[in-house]
């Protein structure tokens, strides 16, 4: 036994019926067991009524969303902001708004704490966050024990296709670089139709759904002695002042 530890965890949850749809594929017949919801989309509340009615055993965490960025002509520029990121006070407000909508929604508090394009590797939103998190008592992705794996993901670090990076043998790569301990591997599973959703993340989605569900990743995982793992599940609904 190797000791290797993974909690396969899909970004974007809520985002829209389309990533809704892909997500619940990847955990009927993949290897998702964990997903980190977009409580500002329209799509967050059939969601959260899904995954928490049906999937009981899927650790669900707050994928907090202040802003999208998409790169041409050169320069990274926003798809759209919900606050500046650089405003302390704003990111404040913010973070305390989609907390206290994720407990709404949920009827619980998030087994983990993560942001859309990892807004939270950078401050204001950095110290706040872990602050959020040991308030909590929950991890904050790619701080504390649990690694962090971005490896699978289907483009550049400027928005440009790399298919290579979510083939079936580059998740097998992914696999087989993996440390001693546990590790959440970031994934954007996604059906096919993704309505109208204006993402620079499109379709690359449907491709890294149907390699999550390959048929021969259980065997593989077994014979690397990978054991698939969520976040520890959190039922408890927090008093007002902690949400």
Known sequence: MSGRVLIVNADDLGQCDGVNAGIAEAVETGVVRSASLMVRWPAAEPA????????????????????????????????????????????DDELSRQLGRFVRLTGALPTHLDS???????????????AAGRRLGIP???????????AFYGQT?????????????????VLDGLPAGTTELGCHPGADDLGGLDSMYRAERAVERRVLCDPRLPAALAGRGITLASFPLRRTVPSPAAA
């Open 48 to 91: 959260a009524r899904l995954f928490t009615a049906r999937y009981p055993s899927v650790s669900l965490g707050l994928h907090l969303d202040l802003a999208e960025w998409a790169f041409a002509d050169g320069a990274w520029f926003p798809l759209y902001q919900v606050v500046d990121p650089d405003d302390a006070g704003a990111v």
């Open 140 to 150: 904050v992705r790619g701080f504390g024990p649990v690694a962090y794996c971005g």
């Open 157 to 173: 670090g400027k928005g440009e296709p790399y298919p290579e990076g979510i083939s079936f043998d580059a998740l097998l790569a």
């Open 116 to 130: 859309h394009q990892h807004c939270h590797r950078s401050e204001p939103l950095r110290s706040r966050l872990l």
